[in-house]
């Protein structure tokens, strides 16, 4: 099985060096992604955690990637979910690297890690061990516990447990079957964790039909590469024809893309328990809606995709999208994590404290990347007694990269013809 190094080492031109940083918080017990019908079941165990990759080059990060990993136990089932927050460049990197390859060898590393690395130490909340005035039970109203939930998803309260009756003890083994799922929304922004980023004239900012391609090629690769061939991939662009949505999969390799979601329910269901609630989610926050109108009894999952649309993160004019995967990633590739290859802090402060270092800074100049890199490094080194992985690029560049770098080597993306057009569209929006 390829370590994350040689994943990444492979995507990563050879003309340069490279330095990756991949966090990951401690995992957190939550809540079920899906608000649950009364009775609501006490047997299912959520756990949550999060992975934050950085690439540098010539000290100065350059990408970032935000995923969170949702482990669901039941008594017979374990349910991995990948989803995919945040992908983002800040266009300070001298190199023709490709961001897609990048984000895919990182995605597919993350869909394939086995359940059991999140479940080795688990953070308990609270709530579970105490009666607490914001519990949810089958007296609370659906508006009550939809903002319950909300809260607890932004709390950061740690409680570090391992006893005996602690449930994440039953380790799931990596042979056991364990389904995998990734979902992600796609919109294009400006910028996501690099603030002002969009001020660099060198920044490449894909508009949302060109990103919504880049993404499916990105998830369809993952499909074919670790997943079994009977997995579900799915596609809902809301408020767009199926015949129009249909053509964006159709050359697809993934055996199994239709028009829809991964989400289990049927067309008349109730959006509100067919719907999960993501960190920073526009569907979640249509959903809050719907309760705060006390609509959220009546609308289905099908008038919910219809209504999404109208709503204003969705009327921008540009193409946004649900995307999701659903099934089994074939045992022989599902892996551990290596020594060295992730930094695993003991509390989420000190995770936020180091992303910070990176989605805290300014990027509208050189000194905004190279800051980021310096005060991350000084940190790990200094507090975790730990660095970044250092990568050397294999990959020979093929023709087009080369015609994107300049005589001395730099990115010159930005004087292309193509690259004018995408950023004003994307500001104006
Ligand atoms: N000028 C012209 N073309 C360029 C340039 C440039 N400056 N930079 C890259 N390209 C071309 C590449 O050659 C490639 O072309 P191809 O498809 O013909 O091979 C294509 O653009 C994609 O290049 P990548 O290196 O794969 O990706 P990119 O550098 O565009 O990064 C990203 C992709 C991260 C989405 C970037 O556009 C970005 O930072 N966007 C702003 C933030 C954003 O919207 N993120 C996605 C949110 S959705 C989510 O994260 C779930």
Redesign the pocket.
């Known amino acids: 099985m390829p370590t994350l190094e040689e994943r990444l080492r492979s995507v990563l031109p050879n003309s340069a060096e490279f330095e990756l940083l991949h966090l990951l918080s401690p995992s957190k017990e939550t809540h079920p992604l899906v608000l649950q019908k009364a009775p609501v079941r006490t047997d299912q165990h959520v756990v949550k955690a999060q992975h934050f990759f950085a690439l540098a080059s010539s000290r100065k990060i350059f990408y970032a990637l935000e995923i969170y990993v949702y482990i669901t136990l039941n008594l017979a089932s374990c349910e991995k979910l990948v989803f995919?927050?945040?992908?983002?460049?800040n266009g300070y990197c001298d190199h023709a690297?490709?961001?897609?390859?990048v984000t895919r060898a990182l995605i597919e590393y993350v869909s394939s890690i086995s359940p059991e690395i999140y479940l080795e130490r688990v953070i308990q909340i609270p709530e579970r061990r105490k009666v607490d005035i914001n519990a949810i039970t089958q007296r609370t109203t659906t508006r009550r516990a939809l903002r319950i939930l909300k809260k607890r998803h932004e709390k950061n309260d740690e409680c570090l447990a391992r006893s005996p009756d602690d449930p994440y003890c039953r380790i799931v083994s990596p042979s056991s079957q364990w389904t995998c799922k990734i979902s992600?929304?796609?919109?294009?922004?400006?910028?996501?964790l690099f603030a002002e980023s969009s001020q660099n004239t060198?920044?490449?900012?894909?508009p949302g039909n060109k990103?919504l391609k880049?993404?499916l090629s990105v998830i369809d690769d993952i499909l074919v590469n670790v997943f079994t061939r009977n997995t579900r991939a799915r596609l809902q662009i809301p408020g767009e024809e199926t015949l129009i949505t249909r053509k964006h999969i159709s050359s697809l390799k993934g055996a199994d893309w239709r028009v829809g979601d991964i989400f289990d329910g049927r067309p008349n269901d109730l959006a509100i328990y067919t719907i999960p609630l993501f960190p920073d989610d526009p569907k979640g926050r249509f959903l809050e809606q719907l309760v705060d109108e006390g609509r959220a009894r009546k609308v289905s999952l099908s008038q919910f995709w219809v209504e999404l649309q109208i709503q204003q993160e969705f009327r921008l004019g540009d193409t946004v999208s649900v995307i999701g995967v659903s099934g089994n990633i074939r045992p022989s590739l599902c892996q551990s994590v290596a020594n060295g290859e992730i930094i695993r802090t003991d509390s989420r402060k000190i995770f936020n404290m180091v992303k910070s270092y990176i989605t805290g800074e300014e990027y509208n100049n050189e000194e905004g990347p190279s800051d980021a890199y310096t005060n991350v490094t000084d940190f790990l080194h200094l507090r975790l007694d730990s660095s970044m992985v250092r990568i050397k690029g294999t990959k020979v560049p093929n023709k087009?990269?080369l015609r994107?770098q300049d005589s001395q080597g730099k990115?010159d993306?930005?004087r292309?013809s193509?690259?004018q057009p995408h950023t004003l569209n994307v500001q104006l929006v």
């Open positions: 995919v927050s945040k992908a983002d460049t690297v490709s961001i897609k390859d992600l929304f796609t919109r294009s922004e400006p910028q996501y060198t920044k490449h900012i894909l990103l880049w993404w087009t990269s994107h990115n993306f930005a292309t193509e690259f």
